[in-house]
């Protein structure tokens, strides 16, 4: 019984601070996912001036928890072509977050 304590101690300082807390499956979360894909994927386009996402609501806008701070984001984006045409290219794309600096990094790019 003397142990109890400092074990409870222990417990309760080691569970003050937990940096996956900030990536919950919340909409919190999956909005931060889904407005980091829309910068990673403007990056890669030939004119990301031109980009025009979908709004979070959209119906083809999905983003999945995925647990440990990761999502996966399938959306599209209109954006025009290196002959100035404007086409719709759907994507999907692993994002994670990082709780301690707020920053997004995405991998396994997909476009149709």
Known sequence: MRFLPCGLAFFALSGC???ADNCLNDEH???GAFVASQE???RRLKSPSTSDFPNYRDSNVIVVFEGECRF???GYVDAQ???GGTVRTRYIVDIEANPIDGSYAGSNFLFD
């Open 17 to 19: 601070y937990d940096p």
């Open 29 to 31: 979360g999956k909005l």
């Open 40 to 42: 990673l994927i403007s």
């Open 72 to 74: 996966k984001v399938a």
């Open 81 to 83: 072509n290196s002959f």
